[in-house]
């Protein structure tokens, strides 16, 4: 049997105005600053205006760790919040916007898929509303006024061997990782080495992911370091005098963008940091507003729990005062029997050991995400190839581990696929047994807070770190930045650093390289093992195969 593709069915959409999605959540036309028919932007006088509501419920989804098999953690979220429109909640979704570099590479898009999508598709996938045009913009600007404060003088007597305000571009290029800047004479400043990351890597968008406002926004941005001096005394962006302009720049950026599902139901799309190297959830100011006009609010973190969910608990909900009250823990048979040590191609047969073999990595999840005090429920992402033996063993492992497993057929059949998932999501949700904490209290040391979220997430033995690396968390500290959370930037694939380990591995050991104070941000990124910020293109990559058919459609983008 032939099934659509997921660009077919969005083209198919019968969307609505997106004045009518706002009306639905008390968004009027006048807070609306639309971007053509389908999508817009909420103004900031509306989202003040709301400050005074009840919070909704807030439902995280997350997943096992990324297989190449799927798991479709966007799907879900987009199910799951039609799921619950159609069960009579007022419920809104709010997920990131998708990166240039990975769509034109492997990844792909962000939008979900099959009959759980948001749309417009295509317009989310390549500029939008230009919000990370404008966050490579106001980067770009402070990169230009560093190197040009250096040249009229250096007035803030920066070590130029010591500038750590990389450059970013939002597109996989390996070639820019490492450069050499300014070459070409006097005329064209110092020469000396730099660097590009992708801009969803960029502090900028961690801020503007984590500010309240404008004015938050703005102070955020002054507190950046961007160099140090001979004296090891840091250079802040405010010392450059970047922090207005780069404010002007992001202004309309910092407001949420409204979309809707292919069920006309309201979608938050707004940032986009990445899951490694800062939080991967989408903007707080996004969430906050979801949370005040909606009786729930289903977001997602990136990649699997021991990132994803792990930051979205340590870093955005203690930011940002929120708590869950359920997390969706996303797997699939398929993946699960990949963890069992099945290929890939193998994977349309059944094999009911392998799925069982494979259960301790969504096992290792939910112990994890219960340790943060909410209940979880695991949904089974379902495929076609999947045997009735199967999901069973999986429902069975779930129950062991104290929580339920419900299968999901959004995909496949939208929300009406996704209601007793939706179902199942309400009765945890509105039983009221949340009882959420952090890992970590702010006062912990941050080389402790490293080896709890070490010990405790990845079920490591040791955090091995070199004495450069403990003393400058302790410079850190001593210059009042200890009471900050970490981010753990590592693989995806693995609890370990080893993106080959799957399973549910323990005895292993969490080597630190390195350490990167994001000041603006407000937290310590941790780098273990061999985490890239700026990612490369594949031998084969999406962008070959994405062109404009006869009828000006696009084509290859999914």
């Known amino acids: 049997m032939g099934y659509k593709s997921d660009i077919e069915i969005a083209r198919e959409a019968k969307k609505r105005p997106i004045q009518e999605i706002g009306a639905k959540r008390g968004i009027s036309n006048e807070d609306l600053l639309p971007y053509g028919h389908d999508k ?16 909704g419920k807030l439902i995280l989804v997350t997943a096992i760790n990324p297989t190449p098999a799927g798991e479709g953690k966007t799907t879900t979220t987009v199910g ?11 419920a809104t979704v709010c997920i990131r916007e ?9 990844k792909g898009g ?3 898929g099959g009959y759980a999508q948001v749309v417009p598709m295509e317009d989310m996938n390549l500029h939008f509303t230009g919000d990370f045009h404008a966050i490579t913009s106001a980067h770009s600007l402070l990169s230009a006024m560093i190197d040009n404060h250096i040249y009229w003088g250096n007035e803030q007597n920066i070590d130029t061997r010591r500038v750590v305000w990389r450059r970013v571009v939002d597109m996989n290029d390996r070639s820019l990782r490492q450069i050499t800047s300014s070459l070409g004479g006097v005329s064209n400043g110092f020469a000396r080495e730099d660097g590009f990351d992708i801009t969803v890597a960029s502090e900028v968008m961690a801020i503007l992911c984590l500010s309240k406002n404008l004015k938050d926004l703005e102070e955020r941005l002054g507190s950046m370091i961007v160099a140090y001096r001979r004296d090891r005394s840091p250079v802040f962006c405010r010392d450059i005098k970047a922090e207005g302009a780069m404010t002007v720049l992001l202004k309309d950026a910092m407001q949420p963008n409204l979309v809707q599902t292919l069920e006309n139901n309201p979608a938050f ?15 707080v100011i996004a969430t906050t507003t979801a949370l005040k006009i909606s009786d729930y609010v289903v977001t997602e973190a990136g990649f699997g729990a021991d990132l994803g969910a792990e930051k979205f608990m340590n870093i955005k909900c203690r930011k940002a005062g929120l708590a869950p009250d359920c997390v969706v823990i996303v797997a699939t048979v398929r993946a699960m029997k990949m963890n069992g040590g099945v290929a ?4 349309g047969a059944e094999n009911v050991d392998a799925v069982k073999a494979g259960c301790p990595n969504l096992g290792r999840h939910i112990e994890n995400v219960k340790s943060f005090g909410v209940p979880v429920v695991v949904a089974i992402n379902h495929f076609v190839t999947d045997t009735e033996a199967e999901i069973e063993a999986v429902k069975s492992f779930v129950a062991n581990h104290g929580a339920e ?3 999901s057929r959004h995909w496949e059949l939208g929300s009406e696929g996704s209601e007793p998932l939706a179902r199942k999501v309400v009765e945890v949700a509105e039983a009221g047994n949340a009882n959420f904490a952090p890992l970590y209290p702010d006062d912990m040391p941050l080389f402790q807070k490293i080896e709890t979220i070490a010990k405790r997430i990845y079920r490591a033995d040791e955090v091995l770190a070199d004495q450069k690396i403990r003393s400058q968390l302790k410079e850190w500290e001593a210059q009042g930045y200890g009471n900050l959370p970490v981010c753990m930037a590592k693989t995806q ?9 799957r399973g549910a591995p323990t005895g292993h050991s969490v080597p630190v390289r390195e350490v990167r104070l994001s000041a603006g941000a407000g937290f310590v990124v941790v780098v273990c093992g061999e985490i890239m910020t700026m990612p490369g293109l594949p031998s084969k990559p999406a962008a070959e195969t994405i062109r404009l058919n006869d009828d000006g459609q696009i084509e290859g983008l999914f």
Do not use: E, W
């Open 40 to 55: 817009a932007k909420v103004s900031q006088k509306f989202i003040d205006s709301v400050q005074g509501n009840k919070n």
């Open 80 to 90: 799951l919040g039609d799921g619950l429109n159609r069960i009579g909640k007022k």
């Open 98 to 106: 998708a990166s240039l570099g990975p769509n034109f590479g492997m």
């Open 110 to 112: 962000a939008a979900g």
């Open 269 to 283: 799309v707004h940032g986009g940091p990445f899951a490694n190297i800062a939080h991967g959830c989408n903007s």
């Open 344 to 347: 890939k191609a193998d994977l």
């Open 405 to 407: 497993a419900v299968l």
């Open 493 to 501: 694939y693995s609890f370990t650093t080893d993106p080959n380990r």
